[in-house]
């Protein structure tokens, strides 16, 4: 079957992973409204093209954090590649290095940051961190990442508690014996029995632990998880260098903003001072233009990747990338714009929303 859109190698993965995977690959929290709105949202966002633009030569290149990427869309951080793909995050890594953009590595990885850094060695990489009650664990694994050469770290913050997930529940899902949270080991002194219990960060985090990690790292510290006004002020308070909004892929709390909808506030209440990008919903390559114009500098996908993986590994993320890509390069040119710096709120039709 030829793969020609994102939704066809969801279709792929869901007929050939186990239930158990594909269940905890596409769980969302309690009843999934969250989850399917990331999605939904975009279908009810309306584009005001330009037309007579001279748009016979485009380009997708933007940047994040001053390094340019090929195109606006990056890889969120997701846990467990290995699930899907024998290759697991190496797989992964490999496929973002071609495309020439950025991936996030999760700390639930599958294979080790050492290994993700010898299977991709030039490529662009941020790491997804969590605080837990030991912090010199979390300091551990920082110190770690950043003499790997990660670029950047991306703290999670909107998982004090793991969110409700019935079809997690009913399956009585695990880590596979299979498989480990291998940037884990020889650090705990339970080895795969004690991994389980390091999913979400310590509940009593507040904001004081981002003044924390930037006196144990040089690093550039990008919050995810904000969705709401107040608390993009507070990272801006807190000097970190960009936000990332998201609701877990709808997997934490049920009843949020879809994150395109939640996304303008973010914007205006940052004031440009840093960078915003968003994840969740991201399905084609106009869905990457609206987010876009509504003022995220990119945008980073979580499920299609892991698709990707389950089709074809490094190959199928590849695919999954390259066709996001092509649909946004020709989503801009039919709206009319030459290259990113061109797409802005005049595209939207804020009556629609």
């Known amino acids: 079957m030829a793969m020609v859109c994102l939704t066809d190698f969801e279709k792929y993965a869901q007929e050939h992973l186990s239930k158990t995977a594909w269940d905890y690959y596409s769980a969302g929290a309690d009843e999934c409204c969250t989850r399917d709105d990331n999605v939904l949202a975009y279908k009810r966002i309306r584009l005001r093209p330009r037309v007579l633009q001279d748009v016979s030569e485009s380009d997708t290149r933007t940047t ?46 599958t294979c080790s940051v050492e290994e993700i850094v010898a299977a991709a060695p030039n490529g662009y990489r941020w790491f997804q961190i969590i605080v837990y009650q030991d912090r010199k664990l979390t300091e551990q694994i920082v110190r ?7 670029k950047a770290l991306v703290l999670t913050v909107d998982t004090p508690y793991a969110g409700n997930s019935n079809n997690n529940i009913r399956n009585q899902f695990k880590l596979p014996p299979h498989l480990q949270f291998k940037n884990f080991n020889g650090l705990l002194q339970q080895e795969t029995a004690g991994q ?9 985090v507040t904001w004081k ?5 930037q006196s144990i790292t040089s690093l550039p510290i990008i919050i995810k998880g904000i969705l709401t006004k107040e608390d993009a002020v ?10 990332i909004v998201s609701n877990h892929g709808g997997r934490q709390l049920d009843g ?3 994150t395109i909808c939640a996304l303008t506030e973010i914007v205006g209440a940052v004031k ?9 919903g991201i399905r084609t390559g106009s869905d990457v233009l609206k987010a876009l114009a509504l003022g995220a500098k990119c945008v980073f996908i979580g499920r299609p990747v892991l698709w990707g993986l389950a089709y074809k590994g490094e190959e199928g993320v590849r695919e999954v990338l390259q066709i996001l890509k092509d649909e946004f390069h020709l989503a801009m040119a039919l709206s009319g714009c030459r290259n990113v710096a061109e797409i802005n709120r005049n595209l939207i039709q804020f009556s629609k929303l």
Not at 144 to 150: D, F, K, N, Q, S
């Open 256 to 258: 949020t903003l879809a």
């Open 64 to 109: 994040v954090q001053g390094t340019e990427i090929s195109f606006p869309v990056g890889i969120s951080p997701t846990a467990l590649h290995c699930l899907a793909w024998h290759e697991g995050e190496t797989a992964t890594a490999r496929a973002a290095e071609a495309l020439n953009t950025c991936y996030i590595t999760s700390t639930l990885s």
């Open 144 to 150: 770690r990442v950043e003499a790997l050469g990660y």
């Open 196 to 204: 389980q219990k390091y999913i979400t960060s310590d509940p009593s």
């Open 234 to 243: 507070l990272a801006v308070e807190h000097g970190v260098q960009g936000v």
């Open 209 to 213: 632990e981002v003044h924390w990690l």
């Open 272 to 280: 440009g001072t840093i960078e915003v990008y968003l994840d969740g």
